[in-house]
């Protein structure tokens, strides 16, 4: 099988969206999938757009997707890329796909001079917690994720 790895194109909007709702039933909540794929294409590829996104293609299919965004560390002065969706359709996992795309995200980092490639991972997804060991990748413990968002967020802006 043929994989390549190239820079998602809006063409790609709706295989897109479709894996992030395969994503979403996978992290058993769907439901808060809100968006659609005219927001997708419109957030992800409009013209002052900050994120990125690699499409995975086995055999001309599109079978997998990452997409980032470049953060930045006070301690360290440098930007880094922070990956906030990493997936592989399941028939499509055990080639060497996940890898590609997070290897070629990494190849951004060292040529952007970035000091970290940062993500999340459910603590219960032990298959892809072991994936990320085994490329090197160690959890923050230490650290506890905050989200503020929905009515939280409004009522706090005001």
């Known amino acids: 099988m043929s994989m390549i790895i190239r ?4 063409n790609d909007t709706q295989a897109i969206y479709d894996m992030i709702y395969e994503l979403a039933i996978y992290e058993k909540a769907p439901e808060e999938v809100v968006t659609t794929p005219d927001e997708i294409k419109t957030s992800l590829f409009g013209a002052d757009s900050k994120t990125e996104a690699l499409i995975c293609e086995i055999a001309g299919k599109a079978v997998g997707y990452a997409v980032f965004f470049t953060s930045y560390s006070t301690w360290l002065g440098r930007n880094g890329i922070y990956m906030e969706d990493l997936y592989v359709s399941p028939a499509f996992r055990g080639n060497g796909a996940g890898k590609a795309l997070m290897k070629t995200i990494a190849r951004y980092a060292v040529a952007r001079q970035c000091g970290r490639l940062e993500w999340s991972v ?3 997804n ?4 072991d994936f990320y060991l085994s490329i090197g990748a160690l959890p923050q413990s230490e ?6 968002s929905g009515d939280a967020l409004i009522n706090f802006a005001e």
């Open 7 to 10: 820079q998602a194109t809006p």
């Open 122 to 124: 459910l603590d219960w």
């Open 126 to 129: 032990q298959p892809a917690i």
């Open 143 to 148: 650290w506890v994720r905050y989200r503020l």
